[in-house]
């Protein structure tokens, strides 16, 4: 089994007043060459939005977009027509094809909104754009890992056009969970969302990340409760 570690304090920053973002790698302004993506992993940005304020509309193509929000709501709106707000416990994907525009902008006037932005290389490029979103409020219940986005479809996931599967859990400190690689030759990038955990040797602490690969399995032991995002994807 190969790591390599990320941790927080390293990730690219960003504050212009609406917006204040950390990248795990490369993006816009900031660039690693150590950390411009891992395997078809390409973005993964933490955002906190300010009351009333977003993106306004931009374009994508050939990407896999899931959004995740943490807190608050974002209000989406694409060239594809479709609208609404996707909001703490939903995640959204998106498959920008052969091109879509979109918005997203906090839904909230008093309260700020914070959210995950993941980008995926595609594994069929050009497809026809897509959109989806779908409420996992009930289905993540303490100490259970729940997958959330899927390469099979399913009514219980969100399918993606890449052989990537994104779970997340809530874990309690003492448990053990033992993860298998869902596709093989997939590494895993473990994002640590709140608490602290350890993967073999390595201890993370909220928003620290590991990239596990060459390996089929491994354990994830939280060491206080910790509610973490897993990251399945193809290594080339």
């Known amino acids: 089994m190969k790591t390599i570690f990320y941790p927080e304090n390293e990730r690219g ?7 204040k973002a950390n990248f795990s790698f490369s993006f816009a302004s900031y660039y690693d060459a150590d950390k411009v993506h891992f395997g078809a992993l390409r973005v993964l940005n933490d955002d906190t939005i300010a009351a009333g304020t977003g993106f306004g ?3 994508h193509d050939n990407m896999e977009i899931v959004t995740i929000p943490l807190e608050g709501g974002l209000e989406h709106k694409d060239s594809m027509g479709n609208t609404g707000v996707i909001s703490a416990g939903e995640v959204q994907i998106m498959s920008a094809g052969t091109g879509v525009y979109h918005s997203e902008y ?7 909104a914070k959210t ?14 897509r959109y989806d979103q779908k409420s996992f409020t009930e289905a993540l ?12 479809e399913s009514a219980d996931t969100l399918w993606i056009n890449q052989d990537a ?12 969970i033992s993860y298998d690689i869902k596709t093989e030759g997939n590494g895993a990038y473990v994002f640590v969302l709140e608490g602290s955990i350890k993967i073999n040797s390595a201890v993370l602490n909220k928003r620290d990340a590991l990239g ?21 994807v193809p290594m080339s």
């Not at 995950?116 to 754009?129: H, M, S």
């Not at 599967?165 to 053990?176: P, R």
């Not at 089929?216 to 995002?229: A, D, M």
């Open 57 to 59: 509309t931009h374009p």
């Open 13 to 19: 920053k960003n504050n212009i007043g609406w917006l």
């Open 141 to 152: 219940k303490p100490n259970q890992l729940v997958t959330l986005v899927s390469p099979v």
């Open 165 to 176: 599967t994104f779970s997340m859990g809530n874990f309690d400190a003492g448990q053990q």
């Open 106 to 112: 906090n839904a909230s006037k008093t309260q700020e």
């Open 212 to 232: 596990v690969y060459d390996t089929s399995s491994f354990i994830i032991e939280p060491e206080e409760r910790s509610r973490f995002l897993i990251i399945d």
């Open 116 to 129: 995950l932005q993941i980008w995926l290389f595609p594994k069929e490029r050009n497809i026809q754009p």
